[in-house]
């Protein structure tokens, strides 16, 4: 009985990790009973598994629940005895570096009480889990790619207790980007009027009057951020592919973002310009004059949706929708005009009717 187990193992590393696509999608290892399984949400929706809760037998793992990053769960076998349960942050950078599943192989046994005896993790971390039978010593431990350190699922299979158990795992990735957005504008609120300078002046002599410049230095500032909804992003910058909406202010002038970021900035993004304002001040002869000048500043919060295209180290990607919002910060340069609102006649000011 043992030579056959040992040809196992040594084969499980040379057929075990088969690349598909952008995943290694290892062999499930353990006994051959059950119904089979295939337990993921990567394909449709960018959903990966972020918790594993796992039950501890006697002699074999008795159940899996997994939850996906959606917060949504999947469960195998049954969810009994001693209880155990492993979440990964792969937010701050954690990763799976080793991973392998063993059987519950002792001497003597019959291959049709084989199952998945325990399997563990290893992370970049630091950090271990390793859920296993509780009254059989392990034996035969079966090596699985552990690839870029991302579960995308579990596949294998379960009856009443994990028959056998296998990991689909993302190949290393190479770079993700953000594409073919597009935003809901239905809800955008309209950019705030701030006044700059709004002053009248009147000159009552014959003669034009000239006087020095108003002149401000100033900074305009704009940021943004996409939040993508459910989807992982990996705790990875994502590279956007686009171009930021724009928003209509009022007639006199348009308030917009107006930047394409195509290249140029990822998840978020800051964007500051050095300006002066120089507003020259002429009045002209015996006509009151009023000078006024403004900027827009919104904060603008629209849903968005997109395509996030991960690519992996074999240059193929992944590729998935994503929802999600779009914040951003937003101000003009200074606009304004001059104009004409009464005149110096026999020794008094007559209101002019504005245009």
């Known amino acids: ?160 207790d994990i028959d056998s158990l296998g990991f689909r795992m993302i190949r290393p990735i190479r770079s993700m980007v953000l594409r073919d957005i597009s935003y809901n504008m239905q809800y955008m609120a309209q950019p705030v009027r701030r006044t700059y300078l709004d002053e009248t002046i009147p000159n009552a002599s014959p003669e034009t009057i000239h006087f020095l410049a108003y002149e401000e230095s100033m900074d305009i500032r704009r940021t943004g951020e996409w939040s993508i909804s459910g989807a992982a992003t990996f705790g990875l910058d994502f590279t956007i592919s686009g171009v930021i909406p724009m928003i209509e202010a009022t007639a006199e002038a348009t308030a917009s973002w107006d930047v394409s970021v195509t290249g140029q900035y990822r998840s978020s993004w800051v964007e500051t310009l050095d300006a002066t304002l120089r507003v020259p001040i002429i009045c002209p002869p015996l006509s009151k004059t009023r000078f006024f000048y403004y900027w827009f500043e919104g904060t603008g919060s629209v849903t968005m949706s997109g395509t996030m295209y991960v690519t992996v180290d074999n240059g193929l990607s992944w590729i998935y929708p994503v929802t999600g919002t779009y914040n951003g910060v937003y101000e003009t340069r200074i606009i304004g005009d001059s104009t004409k609102v009464a005149e110096w006649k026999n020794d008094r000011w007559i209101l002019v009717k504005p245009v």
């Open 1 to 160: 009985m043992m030579l056959p187990h040992i040809i196992l193992a040594f084969l499980s590393i040379l057929i075990s990790n088969v690349s598909s696509s952008f995943y290694i999608k290892s062999t499930a290892f353990g006994g051959n009973g059950g119904t089979s399984f295939d337990k993921h949400k990567f394909l449709t929706k960018g959903f990966v598994i972020r918790k594993l809760e796992v039950w501890q037998g006697k002699s074999m793992l008795r159940g899996i629940r997994i939850t996906y990053s959606d917060g949504s769960t999947d469960q195998m076998g049954k969810l009994e005895e001693i209880y155990t349960s492993f979440e990964l942050d792969y937010d701050n950078g954690e990763r799976v570096i080793d991973l392998a599943v063993f059987n519950n192989y002792v001497y003597g046994i019959q291959s049709k009480d084989e199952r998945c005896g325990a399997f563990k993790i290893m992370t970049n971390k630091g950090r271990t889990f390793f859920p296993q039978m509780t009254d059989r010593p392990l034996a035969w431990k079966f090596m699985q790619s552990p690839g870029g350190g991302i579960i995308l699922g579990l596949h294998g299979k379960h009856g009443d």
